[in-house]
Nanobody, 126 residues
């Protein structure tokens, strides 16, 4: 199983980015996919997650209304559209998978996810 995150970069406050997480070596339909952020000197934290089958999506409070998670199982890819970015959104973003559902209450602890991608850096700065 491999997860490849991409799409990070440097963006000004208020700008947008779309992150992608491409999976290989599995049938993505059976998995929930989460996005996590790790800011410098801080613990990794869940930002958003989308379950399999029912497609339920979850967001941490600071992300609601600004981030949108989606999935394309045929392409084995999950996306995180990030709008109205703020400096506090800065960090390395990782995607990870676990069986079927995201788990509640959200955010689900990182330890409950089984496979991880390598991360992509997002820097929000003027």
């Amino acid at each position: 199983v491999q997860l490849q995150a991409s799409g990070g970069g440097l963006v000004q406050p208020g700008g947008s980015l779309r992150l992608s997480c491409e999976a290989s070596g599995l049938i993505l339909d059976y998995y929930a996919i989460g996005w996590f952020r790790q800011a410098p000197g801080k613990e990794r934290e869940g930002v958003s997650c989308i379950s399999s089958s029912d497609g339920m999506s979850y967001y941490r409070d600071s992300a609601k209304g600004r981030l949108t998670i989606s999935r394309d199982d045929a392409k084995k890819t999950v996306y995180l559209q990030m709008n109205s970015l703020k400096p506090e959104d800065t960090g390395v973003y990782y995607c990870a998978i676990r069986d079927l559902f995201c788990g509640t209450p959200y955010p689900t602890p990182p330890a409950e996810f089984d496979y991880w991608g390598q991360g992509t850096l997002v820097t929000v700065s003027s």
